[in-house]
């Protein structure tokens, strides 16, 4: 709020009207009255009767004996009597000497006063200026003395500062003697103020309290500089600080040594030293009020006569300390010049900005209001020898004012802060809202786009070029890292909301931080990062919702990652006063301590350069330490630049009830762990054919490391149509793949040792995603976690807390697909046979003819081997998983006597069989393989070659091997056999030959090869075969 020009002129004449009034009832109150004068060397004091707390002004006429001291004895006195002049007190006594006199006087004063008979009473006497050096003597006693006075100029040390002394009279008449000497270099000299005489008791009470006000005064300013000074150590920034403190310190310095001089009473130093020394700090507070405004308001730095004034100010300075004495105090008047002129600038300048800005800066204005008018009666009391006493509320209130702005100040920006606050909340709320919004908006499309793209990535299409290859994955790459961005984004705001709720249960570390550490292998980007757990098997289980433990873990190690080139980056676990500490270390670039202070707040990163690099907005580590403080932890960090860094959070520990109960499922756990089914869904949703036999029932191998959640799997799907068995590790699984056949297996994704990830991978290297159906549990239902699992080689995956309809309608579907791909690929070998190439029976036929006319017996043993090849191919037992060896051999003698038929002695035969062989393998093995090795191997020749059919019995299996002379093959065309595309390169009966044996024994085919020189096809069949 502004005010006008001429109120801003009334308020300033109207506040100096009242200092100055106050002033002068102020003086009037406390100056002492001079009505009785002394005459010719008396003061008769006889009228007043009792001077008890009376006090007087010694002026008027004094007896002064020039260039003499005079004792106080009547025989010394008389010897003087000649040269006794009379002078006026106080005042200055050159007049009293000859013109030709030296620059040294010295003199005497003489003073007799009279009283009433009281004589009981003890006086007291108040000195404030003698110049130079004096020497004070009643009763004829010496009672104090100030310097040295001397007769001679050699012995002579001049100390002006004011003193008091007190005597007990003798009589009712008593003298005083003052013995004075004075060097003209110091101006004036003689008593120049007034002498105050007294009750004692009166003198003190008038002395200390003056002496009270100037030590409160300086107290009041050496506090406010001392703030202003802890402000400018805490900010440097603030110049005007150390401005103001320096005008403060100074001026309260100056109170010392100015008036009643009491930092020279305390410090006894060289009178030329003082005078210098007030000189400097009087001259220092006009330099630093200029400072000040200048550093308070920035558009006043650029005016060039103030710098001058600085200048000048410092010439001043050094001319002061340099100069002789006599020079400085010829010249003197340009301290009181040097003061006005900056009092009444500062004035003129706040004025001027109190007619622009706003109405806290009144305050200013009345504080230079102030210091103006106490530099105005500081000159008066100076060069007008007005003996006023010492008056402090000009610069009181010059101090108040100053506070006062700054108070008004602060208030002002605080009330300013607390509505751009609100404002910023506001706009925050509004920010985190539409951040909100649109990263809902924005997941569907990019998800879609991240889709398409890896679709097209993954297509056999050869039409995608290399460089648009890489296009792609770079396009995968930013979608994904958008992904991860858009769920910070919604996790934020989720908790700024209060909007999360934690399912806390049991969690082993090492089973979340292995399938953590599984994720992030394939987040390196390539660089050459390791990833270390040492968390032991035996470590406590945590109390802690297993979704947001993952997702601290993920980000602190994928932040870990990001800012690590190569090295190993380690996780490991402590207990600490009862609490589970994760500490997490890198080998990265580290933080310094700035740095660190600030990266768990949110939006914010370390090196600029390096986040830019690795991308990001700096929520990760924010959402991490919200969720360790959800979870009643701590999340904190130690960094050097360029030593790493190390991470740590606290979790608490679980602590079940007894050993028993935490081996059972506990109510709670069944409750966060399983979500009920609507009531009446799952009785829509009914599973058929609820009472199989035991041999026909999908065999389930469900892989937990917590018992708790195995046994609800159990309860989940205890019905007579599943056949479910547990283990708690996926060691344990791989060893029950060797023992037995199973159409489905369910592992929880968070393992120690081995996450579920792993399991599945290793899995995928024997049965394919038809031939052995897996369903992952997973915590965390983000698309990087899903699509991580899917490409393990998962077939499905449930997220927890899980839906107990919902599995069992996922686990169904699963056993279906393995139950139908089994009987596909059972119909398929079955039908194998059927699909009898036309030229083979036409050519079988013909042969059959031809030998009708040359040779009937061999025609009719070529018609048995042909009835037995198309009776045994078409036999159901090649619909049964199993048939006897002796089966599958007399098929492939009787299609062997038919192709020698044909082809005579183009086609040998060599049997290695062992005698009494008796074992099971699946129908239509070793036919395929023969029928391969005679068609495109050996009579592809045209010499044709040899067959060797060899099965030999070991120790632990039985192997089967099917070996040509034939053409063979080149390693191009070797390596794509079977894995080509799919009846391009491959033929149907090695394919399907090859995915039975390993769904049933977990190895296939292995074939050797070398062009020109032959094929040689073998598989193993363990002796002991799993049911």
Request: overall charge negative.
């Amino acid at each position: 709020m502004k005010t006008s020009k001429r109120n801003i002129i009334l308020i300033t004449l109207l506040f100096l009207t009242i200092l100055t009034g106050f002033r002068l009832i102020w003086n009037s109150i406390h100056t002492i009255s001079s009505h009785t004068k002394a005459s010719q060397g008396v003061l008769d004091l006889r009228s007043y009767g009792s001077l008890a707390n009376a006090t007087f002004l010694l002026h008027g006429e004094w007896e002064f004996y020039p260039n003499q001291f005079v004792m106080p004895d009547s025989a010394n006195l008389s010897d003087h009597v000649n040269n006794k002049k009379y002078i006026q007190v106080p005042g200055n006594w050159s007049d009293q000497f000859d013109e030709d006199s030296s620059d040294y006087q010295f003199g005497t004063y003489r003073l007799r006063i009279m009283t009433s008979q009281n004589i009981d009473r003890s006086y007291g006497l108040w000195f404030t200026e003698v110049a130079s050096a004096s020497s004070v003597f009643a009763n004829g006693k010496l009672l104090a003395t100030s310097g040295t006075p001397a007769e001679d100029y050699e012995s002579f040390i001049p100390r002006k500062i004011p003193y008091s002394v007190s005597f007990l009279p003798e009589s009712n008449e008593f003298e005083i003697i003052i013995q004075v000497s004075n060097s003209s270099t110091y101006s004036m000299g003689g008593i120049t103020s007034s002498i105050k005489f007294g009750d004692k008791a009166a003198i003190e009470k008038k002395r200390l309290f003056a002496l009270a006000l100037q030590l409160m005064v300086c107290v009041i300013f050496l506090l406010n500089g001392f703030y202003a000074g802890i402000i400018y150590f805490i900010d440097r920034t603030q110049k005007v600080m150390i401005y103001f403190f320096l005008l403060v310190v100074s001026a309260g310095i100056g109170i010392l040594m100015d008036d009643d001089k009491i930092l020279l009473t305390w410090l006894p130093l060289d009178y030329d030293l003082s005078i210098r020394l007030v000189i400097l700090l009087y001259t220092a507070n006009a330099a630093f009020l200029m400072q000040v405004v200048r550093e308070l308001f920035p558009e006043y730095k650029r005016i060039t006569p103030l710098k001058w004034f600085l200048w000048l100010c410092i010439l001043y300075s050094l001319f002061n300390i340099i100069a002789p004495i006599q020079s400085v105090l010829s010249v003197k008047f340009l301290l009181g010049l040097l003061m006005a002129v900056s009092s009444i600038t500062v004035l003129f300048l706040i004025m001027k900005l109190v007619f622009t800005k706003s109405g806290h800066m009144i305050y200013l204005l009345l504080s230079a209001a102030g210091i103006a008018s106490s530099i105005f009666w500081g000159q008066i009391k100076s060069y007008g020898n007005f003996d006023v006493g010492y008056y402090p509320f000009d610069m009181i209130v010059a101090m108040l004012g100053f506070a006062a702005y700054w108070f008004k100040l602060y208030f002002q920006n605080a009330n300013q802060m607390i509505k751009l606050a609100q404002k910023l909340q506001k706009a925050d709320k509004t920010k985190d809202e539409f951040l909100a919004t649109t990263s809902h908006e924005l997941r569907t499309p990019l998800h879609g786009i991240i889709s398409i793209a890896q679709t097209v990535l993954e297509s056999t299409d050869q039409t995608v070029k290399a460089n648009h290859k890489k296009d792609l994955m770079l396009l995968i790459t930013i979608g994904r890292r958008m992904s991860y961005l858009i769920n910070d984004l919604l996790d934020l705001t989720q908790l700024r909301e209060n909007r999360i709720r934690l399912h806390a249960r049991n969690v082993n570390i090492n089973s979340i931080a292995n399938g953590v550490l599984e994720m992030l292998q394939a987040l390196t980007d390539g660089k050459p990062i390791r990833f270390l757990l040492q968390v032991p098997d035996t470590f406590p289980e945590v109390l802690a919702d297993e979704k947001r433990l993952m997702q601290i873990l993920f980000n602190i190690l994928y932040n870990a990652v990001k800012f690590t080139d190569k090295g190993t980056i380690t996780l490991h676990a402590e207990l600490i006063d009862g609490m589970a500490h994760i500490h997490i270390s890198d080998p990265g670039i580290g933080m310094d301590e700035e740095t660190l202070s600030r990266i768990f707040m949110a939006y914010e990163q370390g090196d600029p350069t390096a986040s830019i690099s690795a991308g990001g907005i700096g929520l990760g580590l924010n959402i991490s330490q919200k969720l360790v403080h959800l979870h009643g932890g701590e999340l904190y960090a130690h960094s050097s630049p360029g030593k790493g860094s190390t991470f740590s959070f606290s979790l608490p520990l679980f602590h079940p009830a007894s050993e028993e109960h935490s081996a059972v499922e506990h109510p709670i756990f069944h409750e966060l762990f399983v979500v009920p089914a609507i009531r009446g869904m799952e009785e829509d949703i009914v599973i058929e054919s609820s009472t199989l036999p035991s041999a026909r029932r999908p065999k389930i191998l469900a892989v937990d490391d917590d018992p708790i959640n195995l046994k609800i799997l159990t309860k989940i799907l205890s019905n007579d149509y599943f056949e479910l068995e547990l283990v708690n590790s996926g060691s344990e699984a791989l060893a029950k793949l060797t023992d037995q056949q199973w159409d489905l297996i369910i592992a929880d994704v968070m393992m120690p040792n081995m996450s579920g990830y792993q399991l599945t991978q290793l899995v995928r290297k024997r049965f394919s995603i038809s031939e052995l159906p897996i369903l992952l549990l997973t915590a965390r239902s983000n698309a990087d976690d899903i699509y991580y699992g899917f490409q393990s080689g998962a077939n499905d995956y449930v997220t927890k807390p899980i839906d107990a309809t919902e599995l069992r309608v996922r686990v169904r579907s699963l056993t279906d697909l393995k139950k139908s791909v089994t009987e596909r690929l059972s119909m398929e070998a079955a039908y194998l046979q059927a699909q009898i190439q036309p030229h083979f029976l036409f050519n079988t036929l013909n042969s059959i003819s031809a030998l009708s006319d040359i040779d009937t017996i061999k025609m009719q043993k070529l018609i048995h081997a042909f009835s037995n090849y198309l009776r045994i191919s078409y036999d159901f037992l090649n619909a049964t998983p199993l048939v006897n060896i002796n089966h599958e051999l007399d098929l492939v003698k009787a299609y062997l006597y038919i192709e020698q038929e044909r082809f005579e002695d183009r086609l040998t035969i060599i049997w290695e069989i062992e005698s009494d062989l008796n074992f099971k393998l699946p129908p239509l093995s070793v036919q395929p393989l023969v029928e391969n090795a005679v068609k495109h191997g050996i009579l592809s020749r045209y010499k044709g070659g040899t067959l060797w059919i060899r099965v030999i019995t070991h120790s632990n299996f039985t192997e089967v091997t099917i070996k040509d002379n034939g053409i063979g093959m080149s390693e191009e065309k070797l390596s794509a056999l079977l894995d080509g595309p799919f009846l391009e390169q491959r033929g149907i009966g090695l394919l399907n030959t090859d995915r039975r044996l390993k769904k049933q024994y977990g190895n296939g085919l292995t074939i050797l090869s070398i062009l020109n020189e032959g094929t040689s096809i073998s598989f193993s069949i363990p002796n002991e075969m799993p049911t």
